[in-house]
């Protein structure tokens, strides 16, 4: 059974403090990794993807890929009220039918 | 969602009867996927399409079915449905490729009572 793994929180951080979020995964042959966002009562959003051991920054938002480690984060800097949400990690499966394991979530809550 | 519309956005069925749940896109993406999201479970792939009249099971596909007889539509069968397939329902597409992500439909809510 391929599994990803999060922290289901909450995550309590104050408004322009760093978020960290973290994910670990159990398939070695995982090629893609994706970040997602939900708000409540709304579907999945992609906010950040990364192949490549390392970081990868967009805007307030850097992920980092560590595929020795079988381990994904995603930070979010100068967090905001509206960053409140569940943040979804997901992996790609390494075979042909590219489909998505999701993890739990972590829910995040920034406070004003 | 740009290009991908799921209904009927909220359902309540009764114990036992047939519902038929659909995913259309615009988009002309080969991947499709169902997708149930419960709390504590997070999302779980019911089943999954790569082209038309090409569909596989997901984790969860008991009391399931699919069919895909156009590339922009992609229905899911629950067959007999039970109080435990409560829940929301998401639909997602995808390029045929590791590089991209899905897009995930606006969901729907369904109801078993």
């Known amino acids: 059974q391929k599994e990803v793994e999060q922290n289901s929180g909450p995550l309590s951080v104050p408004e322009g403090a760093i978020a960290s979020l973290n994910c670990t995964y159990s398939?070695?042959?995982?090629?893609?990794f994706f970040w997602y966002r939900q708000y409540s009562g709304k579907s999945p959003e992609l906010i950040m993807f990364i192949y490549s051991n390392g970081d990868k920054e967009d805007g307030r938002f850097t992920a980092q890929l560590n595929k020795a480690s079988q381990y994904v984060s995603l930070l979010i800097r100068d967090s905001q009220p509206s960053d409140s949400a569940t943040y979804l990690c997901a992996v790609k499966s390494g075979d042909s039918s590219y489909k998505l394991i999701f993890g739990s979530g972590t829910r995040l809550l920034v406070r004003p | 969602d740009a290009g991908i519309t799921q209904s009927p956005r909220h359902k309540v069925t009764e114990t036992g009867t047939p519902v038929t749940l659909r995913c259309h896109q615009t988009?002309?993406?080969?991947?499709m996927y169902w997708y149930r999201q419960d709390p504590g479970h997070g999302l779980r792939l019911i089943h999954y399409s790569y082209g038309v009249k090409d569909t596989d099971k997901g984790e969860v596909s008991d009391g399931y079915s699919v069919s895909r007889s156009k590339t922009e539509d992609f229905l899911l069968t629950l067959e007999s449905a039970t109080s435990s397939q409560t829940s929301v329902y998401f639909c997602?597409?995808?390029?045929?490729?590791?590089?991209?992500?899905?897009?995930f439909g606006s969901g729907t809510r369904l109801t078993v009572v």
């Open positions: 997602a597409i995808s390029e045929n490729d590791r590089d991209y992500g899905y897009t």
């Open positions: 988009e002309n993406h080969r991947y």
């Open positions: 398939d070695r042959g995982s090629q893609s």
